[in-house]
Structures are given as structure tokens and as C-alpha cells.
């Protein structure tokens, strides 16, 4: 990897929303500074064969497609998301683009998140590109829904339909 161009923008590959959002980002951006992109996905050590086309599915779900106009390059490596993004952008003029889940501080901190380590491992600038608007809203939707423990069924069946006007009289 070292012997190719800096700067480069380097994409983590993840089949998320956050993820999405991210590689459109990145794409936008290797497409207007005319910079190779580097589409990298962090596997487990064993690798499956269905794991070959995670990238091409990423790209078809995000883009469409692999663009033809930009100089797509896609890894798959075995080491820690973080890790390995900042091994692929290891020049101070590279950039690493990461999608963000959104799901706050504490679960970052419990989990990891890739974003808060890409600060430890990496030498160059980071873009962290927030969760799309609409995975927030059914995100939060959904807390609501937990958090006053409605059955939906039960409200379903027990509820009566209001109807407005007129029935259907039919012709």
C-alpha cells in the first residue's frame, strides 16, 4: 500500500446507514480533489469467501455501483477497524472519512468506537460523518415506543378506527 499515491482518502466499510453516509462522503470528496479512494474493511481473522463482495454490496447499496470515475481501491484486512484504517492513511495528507453510529458517549465508550481510536492510531485528519437524519428519528421513535411499553398489537386490536365523512356506499 505504500508504494501508491498520498494523499488518498481512505473509507471505512461498514454495510450501516452511518456507514453509507460515510462512503458518499468519501466518495464526494476523492471525486472533487481527483484522489484515490481507499475502501478498507476490517474482517475477522477467518475470512469467508462471502466476504469478497462486502465492498461491491457496500458500494451497490450506498452508490449504485462502484463509480467508473473515480480510482476505487478496496482492502479487506484482518486487523482492529481502527488499526487498519490508520495503516492504510499512515501520511500526515491523507484523509480517513468514518461513519458514526449516534449512539452517545457511554455506548462509544463501552463498545469502542472507531472514531474515538482513529484519534490514538492515526497521523492524519478525520472525518467523522454523523448518522443520517432518518436513523436518528427511528432510533429515538423507537426508545419512545420501549420506553412507555406499549404493545402496538394490543393497541391495535382494542382500538376502534375513527371515521371521518361517510362510509363507502359502493358505485
Known amino acids: 500500500m505504500e508504494t501508491s499515491p498520498h494523499p488518498r482518502v481512505v473509507v471505512g466499510v461498514d454495510q450501516s446507514l452511518a456507514g453509507y453516509a ?11 480533489r481527483h484522489l484515490p479512494l481507499f475502501a478498507v474493511r476490517s474482517a475477522a481473522p ?14 451497490a447499496e450506498a ?11 478496496p482492502a479487506t ?11 492504510v492513511a499512515s ?8 461513519g458514526n453510529d449516534g449512539r452517545g ?20 485528519q478525520i472525518l467523522v460523518v454523523p448518522t443520517p437524519a432518518m436513523h436518528r428519528a427511528t432510533r429515538r421513535s423507537a426508545r ?9 398489537w394490543d393497541r391495535f386490536e382494542t382500538e376502534a378506527p375513527e371515521l371521518h365523512g361517510r362510509p363507502f356506499q359502493g358505485t
Open 22 to 32: 460515510a462512503l458518499r462522503i468519501a466518495a464526494g470528496i476523492a471525486r472533487s
Open 46 to 59: 477467518s475470512f469467508h469467501p462471502t466476504e469478497e463482495t462486502y465492498i461491491e454490496d457496500a458500494f
Open 63 to 73: 452508490l449504485g455501483g462502484i463509480p467508473f470515475d473515480l480510482d476505487v481501491r
Open 77 to 87: 484486512m484482518s486487523d482492529n477497524a481502527s488499526v487498519a484504517l490508520a495503516r
Open 91 to 98: 501520511d500526515p495528507r491523507d484523509l480517513i472519512v468514518v
Open 105 to 124: 458517549m457511554v455506548r462509544a465508550a463501552w463498545s469502542g468506537s472507531v472514531g474515538r481510536a482513529l484519534f490514538k492510531h492515526a497521523r492524519c
Open 144 to 152: 419512545k415506543l420501549r420506553a412507555s411499553k406499549a404493545d402496538v
